[in-house]
Structure formats: C-alpha cells, structure tokens
C-alpha cells in the first residue's frame, strides 16, 4: 500500500502525476488559499454534484486557517473534516491508490497543506442517468413500471425501497485491473445460503481481468468457464426491481454491475426461465393458466418441428387422423433445406428489425416477412406449411424472455431435426438424450444445486410451484 507523504507539496506533485492534470481537460485541480494554509481539491468535472461542491468551496475559503488548535497530521485532517465537511459521506485516507480510485469514480480528494499523510475523501459524485422507466424487453400487463438503469447506487435504492429489512445485505466489491468496476453482492442474510453467498465472492475476488467492458456479459465469462457446446444459458437476469427483490426474498443471491441495467440472479435452474413476472400480477387461477401455457408454447417450439419432418418423411407411420399435417406438394428443395432456409431467414428479419430505426422496424419486419414469405411460395422455395410451423417458432420464442435461451433451443433444434432427417425415429430419440444430457451437464455457478433443480434432487412443492401460481398466503404459512 503506497501513502501520502509528510509532504503537501509532494503530495500534490504525485497526484498532479497520477491524474495528468495538465493533459486531461475534465480532471480538475482546485487549489484554494485559506489565511497561510492551502487545500488542494482534485475531480472529475461531471461527476461531482456542482451545487454542493460550490457551497462547500465557499466555506473554506471563508475560513481563516485549516485548524485553529495547531495541529498537524491525522488529528488536523480529522478535526477539519469533522467542523468544516458539512456532507453526509466523507472520511479520511492514507492510501494512495485507494484515493486515486475513488477520484475515478466520481469522488473529491481534498489534500490540505497541515494534513500531513492524509487526505480527506469526500463522496459528492453523480452520474449521467437516464430515468428508472419500464425495461423495453421485460415488460408487464399490471404492476410496477420502473427499471434498473446504468448507475449503480439508483439500482440499489430500488431494491431498499422494496426491502425494508436490516438483513438485505450490499457487500461492495470492484474488479477489473483498468476498469476497477464496482459490484455489489445483494442477499438477505437471514435467508440466503451464507456458505455459498462466501463462495461467490471468493470467485469474485479472484477474478483476474484488465476490465468488464461488456458488464454483466465479461463478469459471467469469468465467473464460469464456459463449454462451447453447450448453449444453454448459466446465468438468469433480470430488469426489474419487484422481480429481483422477490428473488432476494426466496433466498436467491443478486450481483449488481456499474453501468449494467441488468442483475444477475443466482443459482440458476432452467426451470427458472418459465417464470414471468407478469405471473404474479394476476390472480393464482390466471397467473397458473399463462405459466402453463407458456411451458407448453416453448416445448413445442422445441419438438413440433423435428416431430413434423418426422411425420412428413414417414407417411406410413401417421394416423389417419393425423393425415392433415402431411404436405401435399413438397416444394423444389427439400424439406430440409426449407426448414433451415426459414431459420436463417427469421433470424435474419430479427437482426434487420434491431438496426431499423424505431418509426420503421415494426412495419418494416411485417412487411418485410410478408413479402419473403409470399415471393417464397410462389417460386417454390418454401411451401406454405413450411412457413406456418416455422412463424409459431418463432413467435414461440418470445413467450419467455431470455434470447441465450431461445437461441439454445434454436440450435437444440436444429439438432434434433438433422439427426432426424439422417437417422429416422431414431434420430429423434437419440437427440432427445442429447439435449437431456446437455441441460444436466451445464456448469453454472450455483455452488451445491443442480442446473436441474427441483427436478433433481427432487423437490415437489418446488416443481408444482413452477406450473401453479401458489398464493401469497400459502407461501406465508
């Protein structure tokens, strides 16, 4: 740990060194002259609150010395904060890199010429945000209409106005060796799982990286080792406040990134992913019937296409009943190369429809799908069951919020669909295994519980909890 020196005038030297403050126009150095003492004051211009500073500055100049008693040092830098520092968070310091940290995040450093080998840190920061509205991808029907935003200390805010108890835990953390980005660790000390809340920071502690350019994204690749194969997603994340203080309070641990609006949620099953927010909105009778609905919507999505190129490639084997599904023209390519060829090309409008300006991109993706899809038939690309199956996937997919899932099940899919066409019936069994065995195998950082949880190990009320809304009352019991 390097400290200041006994030196003032050194001591501003070293920072004018580590700040550039002759290169860097926004790093500001503010030097004030109080009777025959000198504060020097460094920041960063836009993250301090002007207001507060401007009246803070105003009052040491009309100050006639730094202490009246004659003291130099620690018990100076103490009894100046103490009488003169009238803001709800300061303290003193004697780290030099715990100083130069806290400038780059926002904070004054103050270095007073009788303070000897401290400097007084005071937190006026702000930062640029833009409102707590509805997050975009995760909206409801009924309920709160706010969101997590980019700044740390406003996502914490929301979750505390919901959680009014001293057991609701913020452990700080930062890491990365340039980004030094601030984390926060959020659990209820009474109800989470203490052992792996340590854990988790252990992991956290340990990281070694230069930054977290990419938020919650960087942090994940390295809390997990991710296997390339294995698409399923390994952390749950959410945008919304009621939603992640309802996880707080089942005992789910949360981690808040500087500059992320989105939270993790930890552990993480699969299960989880079928659970809306929007379910706890309703009523038990209506929220259990949109969560079985859409378990059943998504599964499909998974299974109807592989199940439907089965059918239509084994004629002999499909009940009279069932002969409807069978297409009477199969198109100039083959069905195969139809079903990927509407893959891509779904994937390509959902990519198109992002980089669209926002006036435009509903009815450009509308049309845009209408006239590939028309111009498809009629050349004799696709036929129109090809189309119809394909348009319930993809609209299938947006029954649950999580696109690293959705897409998990695209290449599931896929998989199961080219094992079906080259092996037959079983094709379909076999990749079925697959996929059973990718979901069980899935390395997450949930510590001692399975990707597959309640399922195994087995827990009943849990998993009937996953398909039936249960009321607040039962849960109280």
Same mark, same amino acid.
């Given at each position: 740990m390097k400290k200041f020196t006994q030196d003032y005038q050194k001591n501003t030297e070293l920072f004018d060194g580590i700040f550039h403050v002759e290169e860097n126009f926004d790093i500001i150095k503010k030097t004030l002259k109080i009777g025959a003492d000198e504060l020097t004051l460094y920041y960063i211009d836009g993250f301090v609150k002007d207001a507060i500073m401007q009246k803070l500055m105003t009052h040491f100049v009309s100050l006639g010395e730094l202490n009246s008693h004659c003291e130099q040092g620690e018990s100076a830098a103490k009894d100046f904060m103490e009488r003169n520092v009238t803001y709800v968070e300061s303290d003193l310091t004697e780290d030099v890199d715990s100083a130069v940290q806290m400038v780059m995040s926002g904070a004054v450093l103050i270095v007073g010429s009788v303070f000897g080998e401290y400097g007084i840190i005071v937190d006026a920061r702000t930062y640029p945000a833009r409102n707590t509205g509805e997050p975009e991808g995760d909206k409801v029907m009924r309920g709160a209409r706010d969101g997590f935003v980019e700044t740390l200390i406003f996502n914490t805010a929301l979750i505390r106005r919901r959680i009014r108890n001293p057991s609701l835990t913020m452990s700080y953390l930062t890491v990365g060796k340039d980004s030094r980005t601030d984390i926060v660790v959020c659990y209820m000390s009474d109800r989470a799982d203490m052992q792996y809340v340590d854990e988790l920071k252990k992991k956290l502690n340990n %990281?070694? $990286?230069?930054?977290?350019?990419?938020? /919650?994204?960087?942090?994940?690749?390295?809390?997990?080792?991710? &296997?390339?194969?294995? #698409?399923? *997603?390994? %952390?749950?994340?959410? +945008?919304? #406040?009621?939603s992640a203080s309802a996880q707080l309070l089942e005992g789910s641990?949360?981690?808040?990134?500087?500059?992320?609006?989105?939270?993790?949620?930890?552990? $993480?099953s699969i299960f989880d992913f079928m659970q809306e927010?929007?379910?706890?909105?309703? *009523? #038990?009778?209506?929220?259990?019937?949109? &969560?079985?609905?859409? /378990?059943?919507?998504?599964? !499909?999505?998974?299974?109807?296409? *592989?199940?439907?190129?089965?059918?239509?490639? /084994? +004629?002999?084997?499909? *009940?009279g009943w069932l002969s409807f599904v069978i297409p009477r023209e199969l198109g100039r390519l083959p069905l195969l190369a139809q079903i990927l060829l509407a893959e891509f090309i779904i994937d390509g409008l959902r990519m198109a429809s992002l980089n669209t300006p926002n006036m435009l991109s509903n009815s450009l993706s509308v049309v845009g799908g209408l006239i590939l899809g028309d111009f498809a038939v009629d050349i004799g690309w696709l036929i129109p069951e090809v189309i119809l199956y394909m348009a319930f996937v993809a609209i299938a997919n947006f029954t649950q919020r999580s696109y690293e899932l959705g897409y998990a099940f695209k290449f599931m899919r896929i998989i199961l669909l080219i094992l079906t066409a080259i092996f037959g019936?079983?094709?379909?069994?076999?990749?079925?295994?697959?996929?059973?065995?990718?979901?069980? $195998?899935?390395?997450?950082?949930?510590?001692?519980?399975?990707? !597959?949880?309640?399922?195994? #190990?087995?827990?009943?009320?849990? !998993?009937?909890?996953?398909? %039936? &809304?249960?009321?607040?009352?039962?849960? $109280? +019991?």
């Open positions: %990281i070694k $990286t230069d930054s977290l350019a990419l938020g /919650h994204e960087s942090l994940a690749e390295c809390l997990i080792k991710k &296997r390339w194969y294995n #698409p399923f *997603p390994k %952390i749950r994340y959410t +945008e919304r #406040p009621d641990v949360l981690i808040l990134i500087d500059n992320s609006p989105e939270v993790m949620v930890l552990p $993480t927010t929007n379910d706890f909105y309703f *009523p #038990p009778l209506t929220g259990s019937y949109i &969560r079985i609905v859409r /378990h059943i919507v998504f599964w !499909l999505a998974l299974f109807m296409i *592989p199940l439907w190129y089965y059918a239509a490639t /084994h +004629e002999n084997m499909v *009940p019936g079983w094709g379909l069994v076999g990749g079925s295994v697959l996929i059973l065995i990718l979901i069980a $195998t899935n390395k997450t950082v949930n510590g001692k519980r399975s990707y !597959l949880y309640p399922l195994i #190990p087995f827990n009943w009320r849990a !998993l009937k909890s996953l398909f %039936i &809304r249960v009321r607040k009352s039962d849960l $109280t +019991e």
